[in-house]
């Protein structure tokens, strides 16, 4: 399935194949999410000089099993993501995906090179997984700092490979949740714009919600 | 404290990675910095551990790092400094004096006691791993515009071949290919077109086989073998048969195309149709000729030859016609004898038989020619056949056109040419001959009407001249015997013994001698003016002058009859005539009045009014009949009126006096009626002097101008002589002043070109000199200067001159 597709297809299903979230824990999932990222634009910001604008539109769950079927396809095209693997009490994987063309332009603008890169030598790679690492730590230390418990992780990783590919070859259980984040990247100065997808692997939906409700309760 | 060495020992593992390691603490103190780091900053550890990391490295002061950071310490998860975006996070110079190229991770560790978390830095030396990809990406730029300058070079040589491919298919030229052996490999449709074999047809076959006509393949193959030899374009016409078995004429651009090691692989030809071309060209080559030997005819008719040689010459030019397969024999025969015989006037190439069975005139009915004459149509015989009555044994076998000479009204004579024996009957041929035919009709035509008026010319010109030593003569011999009873009467009129009546007798006889001298001389002037011998000598003059004395010739007159005779003509009114002849115009207008005046009548000559250029010459005489008027000025019907006094006349003085005024490009008008007198007027042109001032100074000549403009004169000037001459082509001075001294043409050789131009031969010149000697001017003398005059410009001097020429 292809980036718009699958984006489309997300936004279509919030409803569809959702695990029950009450409108509170889903307002404060967003909010959990949104702190996170605010951070990550923050700090985006600085590192990039110019104005980054991450705004989170919709943040949905879903079971990894019913959401490799809702983006199952023949024709799913490969994105770049990165990626970092944490373990505690909360466990998964953070992933980021970039769609088709927009890894490239984004490092083009923030190195000054040329637009239209052929290739995404390990120069790059670092540069996109540098931007990401920012994306995901937001989200990922958000939650972590809400869980109030020390979560491991390992050093965020490139990959070029279709979503369902990544989520299969990580051995998950097709019981766990995926968090399926959109959020929407513009910079004016650098003229890049277009949407990403956060997902946020969890084994339990136990924990996940714990976290949900204590953050609910702290406010 | 302890604790922190035993950590610090800990870490001392991390002197043996490869790669920079430092680790600080939440509060941004070194806690380590490995061996690697030390060897790459020069910042040994004991100068940085256990203080703030900003103190070496400032920029981690900054927020950009310390927020990023701050996550570390409360756990969170690793960060990554890019080697793009933090190049040198630890500077690390390296021998060659650049600075390391670092990708930097940070994680967090634990304490010891797991309280604390610290951020382990890892800097791994990207250097060269970050060149060589540098390296590679400008490679693969490099290769990809190569690859994309051969992608374009390649689609453009892909277009140029689909255009070369569909010029090939659409051109009207036959485009062929042919192996070595003269065999086709290609054929574009241009080429099925002119010769009409389908490529598949053609293709594998020897042109010999399908092109070339049986006749031409051995000259064919040699060519085509120069042309494999020679390695060289050719360009030629050949004659090609179609595949319907016509024949063309084909213009063939032959190109041998050779390989990188020289040889010849293959012929390429673009050949295109000219067979209409070459009709066409041949046709309008034809048309051409034959205008020419038209025009060549015409102009033959404008010579001053003779007609026989007319004629010769007319012969000679139809047999040479290029186009036309005559042989070099033929003749040309006129209709004599009003109309009944042919008279040969003109042969070339006739063997003395047939000349001597020819020249006799020949009636109409004998031979072709005859036919010709009688039918008034072109005979053709492609053999000697019955139709010739003229034949002998000699004869050679031959074929005849003859074509009959004939204008509107009549048939002049007749061609006879002669062609080869089976020479085919050509419409084209005979169509022109006959257009010659007609043209030399025309000119045969014209010079018999030139014959008849010059012989007719020269009957009017003896006449004339009969006539004029007649005059001559005639004149001569009444003059002299009147002159002697002229001079008698005299005698008897001085002798006294003469009575009154007697004189009254004398007086009357010596009365008609003058009017017989008058009437002579009068006869004799009208015969020079009208036969053109007498001609006018223009100068500038001064009218009053010359009116004064014709009215001194009739003073006496005037003053016997009671007339009074006067001139009113200002003294400087000029004119620009013959003196002689404007005396004798004033001579008989001034005689005219007196002869129709009365006692106390008046002639007065005048300007009229509004006028420069017209005299009036009046009377208060007795007037001119209207019945009269409109023959007063001609020679006819001429009978004189008797005067006043009962005078008598030739009646030929008006129309003489009127022929001198046209001869003055002027006229003669009268205006009269019955008792109210009469009024001559004499229409002068109007015509101002013109100067030329030759002289390169501009300032002389402006002086000169400066001196005459007050003579009321035109003036042309030039610079040179060169320019002087040019000047006198476009209008005639009637004086000129030039100087002695010139660049270029002198003065003495601008003279001398003057006096032999025959429009200036008698132009006055006035040479303009510093030095008036005689030395000096005696070369202008020489040539025909009329003055000299220095170059102070006297005012009396230079009027005088300039008067004395032109008044």
Same mark, same amino acid.
């Given at each position: 399935?292809?980036?718009?597709?699958?984006?489309?297809?997300?936004?279509?299903?919030?409803?569809?194949?959702?695990?029950?979230?009450?409108?509170?824990?889903?307002?404060?999932?967003?909010?959990?999410?949104?702190?996170?990222?605010?951070?990550?634009?923050?700090?985006?910001?600085?590192?990039?000089?110019?104005?980054?604008?991450?705004?989170?539109?919709?943040?949905?769950?879903?079971?990894?099993?019913?959401?490799?079927?809702?983006?199952?396809?023949?024709?799913?095209?490969?994105?770049?993501?990165?990626?970092?693997?944490?373990?505690?009490?909360?466990?998964?994987?953070?992933?980021?995906?970039?769609?088709?063309?927009?890894?490239?332009?984004?490092?083009?603008?923030?190195?000054?090179?040329?637009?239209?890169?052929?290739?995404?030598?390990?120069?790059?790679?670092?540069?996109?997984?540098?931007?990401?690492?920012?994306?995901?730590?937001?989200?990922?230390?958000?939650?972590?700092?809400?869980?109030?418990?020390?979560?491991?992780?390992?050093?965020?990783?490139?990959?070029?490979?279709?979503?369902?590919?990544?989520?299969?070859?990580?051995?998950?259980?097709?019981?766990?949740?995926?968090?399926?984040?959109?959020?929407?990247?513009?910079?004016?100065?650098?003229?890049?714009?277009?949407?990403?997808?956060?997902?946020?692997?969890?084994?339990?939906?136990?924990?996940?919600?714990?976290?949900?409700?204590?953050?609910?309760?702290?406010? | 404290?302890?604790?922190?060495?035993?950590?610090?020992?800990?870490?001392?593992?991390?002197?043996?990675?490869?790669?920079?390691?430092?680790?600080?603490?939440?509060?941004?103190?070194?806690?380590?910095?490995?061996?690697?780091?030390?060897?790459?900053?020069?910042?040994?550890?004991?100068?940085?551990?256990?203080?703030?990391?900003?103190?070496?490295?400032?920029?981690?002061?900054?927020?950009?790092?310390?927020?990023?950071?701050?996550?570390?310490?409360?756990?969170?998860?690793?960060?990554?400094?890019?080697?793009?975006?933090?190049?040198?996070?630890?500077?690390?110079?390296?021998?060659?004096?650049?600075?390391?190229?670092?990708?930097?991770?940070?994680?967090?560790?634990?304490?010891?006691?797991?309280?604390?978390?610290?951020?382990?830095?890892?800097?791994?030396?990207?250097?060269?791993?970050?060149?060589?990809?540098?390296?590679?990406?400008?490679?693969?730029?490099?290769?990809?515009?190569?690859?994309?300058?051969?992608?374009?070079?390649?689609?453009?040589?892909?277009?140029?071949?689909?255009?070369?491919?569909?010029?090939?298919?659409?051109?009207?030229?036959?485009?062929?290919?042919?192996?070595?052996?003269?065999? &086709? !490999?290609?054929?574009?449709? @241009?080429? =099925?077109? /002119?010769?009409?074999?389908?490529?598949? +047809?053609? %293709?594998?076959?020897?042109?010999?086989?399908?092109?070339?006509?049986?006749?031409?393949?051995?000259?064919?193959?040699?060519?085509?073998?120069?042309?494999?030899?020679?390695?060289?374009?050719?360009?030629?016409?050949?004659?090609?048969?179609?595949?319907?078995?016509?024949?063309?004429?084909?213009?063939?651009?032959?190109?041998?195309?050779?390989?990188?090691?020289?040889?010849?692989?293959?012929?390429?030809?673009?050949?295109?149709? &000219? !067979?209409?071309?070459?009709? @066409?060209? =041949?046709? /309008?080559?034809?048309?051409?000729?034959? +205008?020419? %030997?038209?025009?060549?005819?015409?102009?033959?008719?404008?010579?001053?030859?003779?007609?026989?040689?007319?004629?010769?010459?007319?012969?000679?030019?139809?047999?040479?016609?290029?186009?036309?397969?005559?042989?070099?024999?033929?003749?040309?025969?006129?209709?004599?004898?009003?109309?009944?015989?042919?008279?040969?006037?003109?042969?070339?190439?006739?063997?003395?038989?047939?000349?001597?069975?020819?020249?006799?005139?020949?009636?109409?009915?004998?031979?072709?020619?005859?036919?010709?004459?009688?039918?008034?149509?072109?005979?053709?015989?492609?053999?000697?056949?019955?139709?010739?009555?003229?034949?002998?044994?000699?004869?050679?076998?031959?074929?005849?056109?003859?074509?009959?000479?004939?204008?509107?009204?009549?048939?002049?004579?007749?061609?006879?040419?002669?062609?080869?024996?089976?020479?085919?009957?050509?419409?084209?041929?005979?169509?022109?001959?006959?257009?010659?035919?007609?043209?030399?009709?025309?000119?045969?035509?014209?010079?018999?009407?030139?014959?008849?008026?010059?012989?007719?010319?020269?009957?009017?010109?003896?006449?004339?001249?009969?006539?004029?030593?007649?005059?001559?003569?005639?004149?001569?011999?009444?003059?002299?015997?009147?002159?002697?009873?002229?001079?008698?009467?005299?005698?008897?009129?001085?002798?006294?013994?003469?009575?009154?009546?007697?004189?009254?007798?004398?007086?009357?006889?010596?009365?008609?001698?003058?009017?017989?001298?008058?009437?002579?001389?009068?006869?004799?002037?009208?015969?020079?003016?009208?036969?053109?011998?007498?001609?006018?000598?223009?100068?500038?003059?001064?009218?009053?002058?010359?009116?004064?004395?014709?009215?001194?010739?009739?003073?006496?007159?005037?003053?016997?009859?009671?007339?009074?005779?006067?001139?009113?003509?200002?003294?400087?009114?000029?004119?620009?005539?013959?003196?002689?002849?404007?005396?004798?115009?004033?001579?008989?207008?001034?005689?005219?009045?007196?002869?129709?005046?009365?006692?106390?009548?008046?002639?007065?000559?005048?300007?009229?009014?509004?006028?420069?250029?017209?005299?009036?010459?009046?009377?208060?005489?007795?007037?001119?009949?209207?019945?009269?008027?409109?023959?007063?000025?001609?020679?006819?019907?001429?009978?004189?009126?008797?005067?006043?006094?009962?005078?008598?006349?030739?009646?030929?003085?008006?129309?003489?006096?009127?022929?001198?005024?046209?001869?003055?490009?002027?006229?003669?008008?009268?205006?009269?009626?019955?008792?109210?007198?009469?009024?001559?007027?004499?229409?002068?042109?109007?015509?101002?002097?013109?100067?030329?001032?030759?002289?390169?100074?501009?300032?002389?000549?402006?002086?000169?101008?400066?001196?005459?403009?007050?003579?009321?004169?035109?003036?042309?000037?030039?610079?040179?002589?060169?320019?002087?001459?040019?000047?006198?082509?476009?209008?005639?001075?009637?004086?000129?002043?030039?100087?002695?001294?010139?660049?270029?043409?002198?003065?003495?050789?601008?003279?001398?070109?003057?006096?032999?131009?025959?429009?200036?031969?008698?132009?006055?010149?006035?040479?303009?000199?510093?030095?008036?000697?005689?030395?000096?001017?005696?070369?202008?003398?020489?040539?025909?200067?009329?003055?000299?005059?220095?170059?102070?410009?006297?005012?009396?001097?230079?009027?005088?001159?300039?008067?004395?020429?032109?008044?």
């Amino acid at each position: 399935m292809n980036w718009r597709k699958l984006s489309k297809k997300l936004w279509l299903r919030t409803t569809d194949n959702q695990m029950e979230l009450n409108d509170n824990r889903a307002d404060a999932l967003k909010e959990i999410i949104n702190i996170g990222v605010g951070r990550a634009a923050s700090t985006l910001n600085e590192l990039l000089s110019s104005h980054i604008v991450l705004h989170v539109p919709s943040v949905n769950i879903y079971r990894e099993s019913e959401f490799l079927e809702s983006i199952k396809s023949d024709d799913s095209e490969k994105l770049s993501t990165v990626h970092l693997h944490f373990q505690g009490n909360l466990a998964g994987i953070a992933l980021m995906a970039f769609p088709p063309g927009m890894a490239a332009n984004l490092v083009a603008a923030v190195t000054e090179d040329d637009f239209d890169l052929i290739d995404f030598d390990s120069v790059r790679i670092a540069t996109l997984c540098e931007i990401g690492n920012i994306i995901l730590n937001g989200v990922t230390g958000s939650f972590a700092n809400l869980l109030e418990q020390r979560l491991y992780y390992s050093l965020p990783q490139y990959r070029e490979d279709c979503i369902d590919n990544m989520l299969l070859s990580a051995g998950n259980d097709p019981d766990d949740l995926i968090v399926v984040m959109q959020a929407h990247f513009s910079t004016e100065e650098l003229s890049i714009e277009g949407d990403i997808m956060v997902l946020f692997e969890v084994t339990s939906f136990d924990s996940l919600f714990s976290i949900v409700d204590n953050f609910i309760d702290s406010i | 404290m302890q604790g922190k060495d035993s950590e610090v020992k800990l870490f001392s593992a991390f002197d043996y990675v490869p790669f920079g390691v430092f680790i600080i603490d939440s509060a941004f103190t070194v806690l380590f910095w490995n061996r690697c780091l030390e060897e790459w900053t020069g910042v040994a550890r004991s100068e940085i551990e256990n203080n703030h990391i900003g103190d070496h490295y400032p920029h981690f002061n900054k927020k950009i790092y310390a927020n990023r950071i701050e996550g570390i310490f409360e756990f969170g998860p690793p960060l990554i400094f890019s080697s793009q975006l933090h190049r040198h996070l630890i500077p690390s110079p390296m021998e060659n004096g650049n600075l390391r190229i670092q990708q930097t991770t940070v994680t967090s560790i634990p304490s010891l006691d797991n309280k604390e978390a610290y951020a382990l830095f890892a800097i791994h030396d990207v250097t060269d791993e970050t060149r060589r990809i540098m390296d590679y990406r400008k490679m693969r730029d490099r290769a990809i515009t190569e690859v994309e300058e051969r992608k374009k070079a390649e689609d453009a040589l892909k277009k140029s071949e689909e255009k070369f491919s569909l010029h090939v298919q659409q051109t009207p030229l036959g485009v062929i290919r042919w192996n070595t052996d003269f065999v &086709v !490999t290609a054929w574009n449709p @241009a080429a =099925e077109k /002119i010769f009409g074999y389908a490529d598949k +047809e053609a %293709i594998g076959k020897d042109a010999r086989q399908i092109i070339i006509p049986l006749s031409k393949s051995k000259e064919a193959g040699k060519v085509w073998s120069e042309l494999i030899e020679n390695k060289e374009s050719t360009l030629r016409r050949s004659e090609n048969v179609t595949k319907d078995g016509r024949t063309i004429l084909c213009e063939w651009h032959n190109t041998p195309l050779i390989d990188n090691s020289g040889k010849v692989i293959a012929v390429a030809s673009f050949v295109q149709n &000219v !067979t209409d071309q070459v009709e @066409a060209e =041949e046709l /309008i080559k034809r048309n051409h000729l034959e +205008e020419e %030997i038209l025009n060549y005819l015409l102009s033959l008719s404008l010579e001053d030859i003779s007609y026989n040689e007319l004629l010769d010459r007319c012969l000679d030019e139809i047999l040479s016609i290029p186009f036309i397969p005559l042989k070099s024999s033929g003749a040309i025969f006129v209709v004599e004898k009003e109309g009944e015989i042919l008279r040969m006037i003109s042969h070339r190439g006739l063997g003395a038989r047939l000349l001597e069975l020819c020249k006799e005139d020949l009636p109409f009915d004998q031979c072709l020619c005859g036919r010709a004459i009688a039918d008034e149509e072109t005979v053709f015989t492609d053999c000697n056949n019955d139709r010739h009555n003229i034949r002998y044994e000699e004869i050679k076998p031959h074929a005849h056109y003859c074509i009959p000479i004939k204008s509107k009204k009549e048939v002049l004579g007749v061609i006879n040419l002669y062609l080869d024996e089976g020479a085919k009957r050509d419409e084209n041929d005979i169509e022109f001959l006959e257009t010659i035919a007609a043209t030399l009709a025309g000119i045969l035509e014209r010079r018999k009407i030139e014959e008849a008026l010059r012989q007719a010319k020269e009957v009017a010109e003896e006449a004339n001249r009969l006539k004029d030593k007649f005059v001559s003569l005639v004149s001569h011999d009444l003059k002299n015997p009147i002159y002697r009873i002229a001079g008698y009467l005299d005698l008897i009129e001085a002798s006294q013994q003469i009575s009154d009546q007697g004189k009254d007798m004398i007086e009357e006889g010596k009365i008609a001698c003058n009017d017989m001298t008058s009437l002579i001389n009068e006869i004799l002037n009208m015969n020079r003016i009208r036969g053109g011998i007498m001609h006018p000598n223009y100068s500038f003059v001064h009218a009053d002058k010359i009116a004064q004395q014709a009215i001194r010739n009739y003073a006496i007159l005037a003053r016997e009859k009671g007339i009074t005779l006067k001139s009113s003509l200002p003294s400087d009114f000029r004119l620009y005539g013959d003196k002689r002849l404007i005396l004798e115009v004033f001579r008989n207008l001034i005689s005219n009045g007196v002869k129709f005046c009365n006692r106390g009548d008046s002639i007065d000559i005048y300007i009229p009014q509004g006028e420069s250029s017209v005299i009036a010459v009046s009377d208060t005489g007795i007037g001119i009949e209207k019945s009269r008027m409109e023959a007063l000025f001609k020679y006819d019907e001429k009978s004189s009126t008797r005067g006043t006094s009962d005078e008598g006349g030739s009646g030929l003085g008006l129309p003489l006096s009127h022929d001198i005024m046209i001869s003055h490009y002027g006229d003669l008008t009268v205006s009269s009626s019955p008792a109210n007198g009469t009024t001559f007027y004499m229409n002068f042109p109007h015509i101002k002097p013109s100067i030329m001032i030759v002289d390169d100074d501009e300032s002389m000549r402006d002086l000169l101008k400066g001196r005459l403009e007050k003579m009321d004169v035109s003036f042309i000037e030039a610079g040179n002589g060169e320019e002087a001459i040019q000047c006198l082509e476009r209008a005639l001075p009637h004086l000129i002043f030039i100087d002695t001294h010139m660049p270029g043409m002198s003065g003495l050789e601008l003279l001398e070109r003057l006096r032999n131009i025959p429009d200036t031969e008698k132009t006055p010149v006035i040479v303009v000199s510093v030095d008036k000697s005689m030395e000096a001017m005696d070369g202008f003398t020489q040539l025909g200067a009329d003055d000299f005059i220095e170059k102070t410009f006297d005012k009396d001097e230079l009027s005088s001159i300039v008067s004395r020429f032109i008044c």
